[in-house]
C-alpha cells in the first residue's frame, strides 16, 4: 500500500507536471532508470520538505492562468473503493490544476475555472488504495491496463488514475456522504476529519487531528485556507508522544501507525523507524521512557524524510507521478527480510505476530523494554513477512 513518501512523490511529481512547469517552460513526462542521488545533509532535504509541502506562494484566487486547460476527463472504471462520480467531466471540463496538497495517504486537488467569475469546482479527493498510483503520460501513448480514470489536458498530456485492486478513492471532498465540498473546505471532509496534521504543512491544523511527524508552528505562513484561530494546533513531539502513550499497554508499532496518533506512518516505515531506533516492535507504549520517544520521533522523521528523497518504496505496483519506480526498496533494513541476516550485527532478522500481522524485527539489537518484575515475552516467528501493507487507520 503506497504510504506517506509515495504520496508526498505522486503530489510532488503531479504538481511539476501539471502546475510549476508553466511557470518555467513544458515539462514533459520523464522515466528515469536510474536511482536518484542521496541528499548531502538530511537537514537540507527538511528544510526542502517543509517549503514544497507547504501551501505554493500566492493564494488561490490567483493560479488562474497559463496552465494546461482539462478538456475532459473520461471514467473507464467507477466501481472503485467507493464509486466514482458520475459529474466529474461536467464539473471539471474547462478548468485548471492550481494545487495538489496531501493529508495523511489522501491526495486533494484543487482546481479553478478559466472564467473568473464562475465558483470553482469541487476539490476532488484521491486514495491511492492498495495498488493504486497516478502518472502522467502524452496523448498518443497506450495506456496501462487498469487506468480507470483519465484525465484528458489542452497539452496533449494525460494524467491516469491506475489501481489494479480497484481499493483507491476518486470522489469530492464531502463534508458526508452526500454533499460536495467548497475549495476551503475540503479539511472538514468526513474521511480527513480524524487524520492528523500534515507532517511538512506550514499552515494552521485542528487540535482534534493527531499530528504528522513534521508539525511546524502554525504561523510559520499564512493560509488562504486557514481553519479558524481557535483551532489549536498539535505537534509531533516528545511531550505529546509521552501525554498520548501514558497508560497504554498497545505495542510501539501498533501506536505508531494509528492515524489518531500521528499520520503517515505506515507498515514499511514504523518497522524501519523502530529499527533505527534499536527498539522491539511488540515493546508496550506505558513503558517507554522519554529518552526513548525523543529516539523515536527523530527516527521517523530520519526514515520518511529519506524515502522521499528516494521517491518511495516500490514493491510491486507504485510508480511515481512521472512513471518511475521508487528506489528505498534498496535501503530497507528490515522490511521484508525475515530469515536474512541483520544490517547492524549479522544475525537472522526475526517475524514477530503482532496484532494479527507480521513484522520483522532483530532480537539482538533491538531491545524490549519491559515493566519491573516482567519476565514475558510475545511468541516469535521466522516466516516471511511478504509484501503485508494492508491499511493502517489511514
Same mark, same amino acid.
Given at each position: 500500500m503506497p504510504e506517506l513518501p509515495e504520496v508526498e512523490t505522486t503530489r510532488r511529481q503531479i504538481s511539476e507536471e501539471f502546475i510549476l512547469a508553466r511557470r518555467?517552460?513544458? @515539462? &514533459? !513526462?520523464? $522515466?528515469?532508470? @536510474? &536511482? !536518484?542521488? $542521496?541528499?548531502s545533509e538530511s537537514g537540507d532535504l527538511q528544510r526542502e520538505v517543509f517549503v514544497s509541502e507547504g501551501f505554493e506562494p500566492g493564494d488561490l484566487d490567483s493560479e488562474t492562468g497559463a496552465g494546461p486547460v482539462l478538456r475532459?476527463?473520461?471514467?473507464?472504471?467507477?466501481?472503485?473503493?467507493?464509486a466514482v462520480p458520475s459529474d466529474l467531466d461536467t464539473e471539471l471540463a474547462g478548468s485548471r490544476l492550481v494545487r495538489v496538497l496531501r493529508r495523511g495517504k489522501y491526495l486533494v486537488l484543487i482546481f479553478r475555472r478559466a472564467q473568473a467569475d464562475r465558483d470553482p469546482p469541487p476539490p476532488l479527493l484521491v486514495h491511492l488504495g492498495m495498488s493504486g498510483w497516478m502518472c502522467a503520460y502524452v496523448a498518443d501513448k497506450k495506456l496501462p491496463k487498469h487506468s480507470h480514470v483519465v484525465f484528458n489536458w489542452s497539452d496533449r498530456r494525460r494524467l491516469v488514475?491506475?489501481?489494479?485492486?480497484?481499493?483507491g478513492t476518486v470522489d469530492w471532498c464531502r463534508s458526508k456522504k452526500s454533499s460536495k465540498q467548497t475549495t476551503h473546505q475540503w479539511q472538514t471532509d468526513f474521511r480527513l476529519r480524524h487524520l492528523g496534521p500534515e507532517p511538512f504543512s506550514m499552515g494552521p491544523e485542528p487540535f482534534s487531528m493527531g499530528p504528522e511527524p513534521f508539525s511546524v508552528p502554525v504561523n510559520a505562513l499564512p493560509s488562504a485556507d486557514a481553519l479558524p484561530s481557535d483551532d489549536a494546533p498539535v505537534a509531533f513531539t516528545v511531550d505529546y508522544m509521552?501525554?498520548?502513550a501514558r497508560g497504554k499497554r498497545v505495542a510501539v508499532k501498533k501506536f505508531l501507525m494509528d492515524s489518531r496518533v500521528v499520520v503517515g506512518v505506515g507498515?514499511?516505515?514504523?518497522?524501519?523507524?523502530?529499527?533505527?531506533?534499536?527498539?522491539?516492535?511488540?515493546?508496550?507504549?506505558?513503558?517507554?521512557?522519554?529518552?526513548?520517544?525523543?529516539?523515536?520521533?527523530?527516527?521517523?522523521?530520519?526514515?520518511?524524510?529519506r524515502a522521499i528523497a528516494a521517491k518511495g518504496t516500490t514493491f510491486r505496483d507504485f510508480k511515481s507521478g512521472q512513471g518511475e519506480p521508487g528506489y528505498f526498496l534498496g535501503n530497507l533494513q528490515v522490511y521484508g527480510r525475515a530469515g536474512k541476516g541483520c544490517l547492524r550485527c549479522d544475525r537472522p532478522l526475526t517475524n514477530l505476530k503482532l496484532g494479527g500481522r507480521q513484522t520483522v524485527c532483530c532480537l539482538a539489537c533491538q531491545r524490549l523494554i519491559l515493566p519491573p518484575n516482567a519476565d514475558d515475552e510475545p511468541t516469535t516467528?521466522?516466516?516471511?513477512?511478504?509484501?503485508?501493507?494492508?491499511d493502517d487507520n489511514d
Open positions: 518555467g517552460g513544458s @515539462s &514533459a !513526462p520523464t $522515466a528515469s532508470t @536510474s &536511482a !536518484p542521488a $542521496a541528499a475532459s476527463v473520461e471514467c473507464v472504471c467507477a466501481s472503485l473503493r467507493s488514475y491506475n489501481d489494479a485492486r480497484r481499493f509521552c501525554e498520548r507498515n514499511i516505515y514504523a518497522a524501519e523507524a523502530l529499527f533505527a531506533a534499536r527498539l522491539r516492535p511488540d515493546t508496550r507504549v506505558c513503558d517507554l521512557s522519554r529518552s526513548h520517544w525523543e529516539i523515536i520521533v527523530q527516527s521517523v522523521r530520519d526514515v520518511l524524510t516467528t521466522t516466516t516471511s513477512e511478504g509484501d503485508n501493507n494492508d
